[in-house]
């Protein structure tokens, strides 16, 4: 009487086990053609948005930029002026370059010739070991990055709705 009870224990849990076993491995199958489907339409949405090559130069200069102006922002903290001039030519020469990739709009002009002048005013500012003129002229900097780019940013917006 034992044995057969055993015996029954024994079939229920193989059965329990078996049909977890089945259970679990129907759900990575489902798992992976899930991703497989995820994977189909990330491809295709790369595609879809690869950058233009003109993009990904506008993105160099910029994160050139970026580089020219944490250098500015070193050369402030430690009092090197010759650190903050350069790097004030470095943003003149990458937003000169920077022009080039953008068609033909006023307003961006604008902003640029407004950066440009600002570079300058960075530039004389340090030749002249001008501490406190160079800060100024650094945050004026930073304020004509972000305005650029809120204009841009909303040209993007207008030209995504079209
Ligand atoms: C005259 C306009 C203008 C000015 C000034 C400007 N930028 Fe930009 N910036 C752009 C444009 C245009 C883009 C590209 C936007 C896009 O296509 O997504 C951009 C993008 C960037 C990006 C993103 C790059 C990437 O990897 O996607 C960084 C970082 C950046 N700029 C840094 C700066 C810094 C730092 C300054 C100031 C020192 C600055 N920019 C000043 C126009 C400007």
New binding site residues.
């Given amino acids: 009487m034992q044995s057969v009870r055993n015996g029954i224990v024994l079939a229920l849990v193989c059965g329990v086990l078996f049909s977890a076993w089945v259970l679990s491995a129907t759900a990575e199958d489902d798992k992976a053609a899930k991703k497989d489907e995820k994977a189909a339409a990330q491809a295709k949405d790369d595609a879809d948005k690869k950058p233009a090559p003109k ?1 990904v130069a ?2 160099l200069f ?2 050139k ?2 580089e ?2 944490q250098n500015i922002l070193e050369g402030l903290a430690v009092e090197d002026f010759d650190m903050i001039a350069t790097g004030a030519r470095q ?1 003149k020469t990458t ?1 000169a370059a ?1 022009e080039f990739m ?1 068609v033909n709009d006023p307003m ?1 002009a604008q ?2 010739d407004e ?1 440009r002048r600002i570079a300058d005013k960075l530039e004389k500012s340090a030749k002249e070991k001008r501490l406190d003129g160079a800060t100024l002229a650094y945050v004026d ?2 304020m ?2 972000v305005e ?2 809120k204009f ?1 940013r909303n040209i ?1 917006l207008a030209e995504k709705a079209k």
């Fill in positions: 993009k506008m993105k910029m994160r930029k970026l020219a102006s943003l937003s920077a953008v961006y902003h640029a950066f900097m930073t004509s990055c650029c780019h841009v993007l």
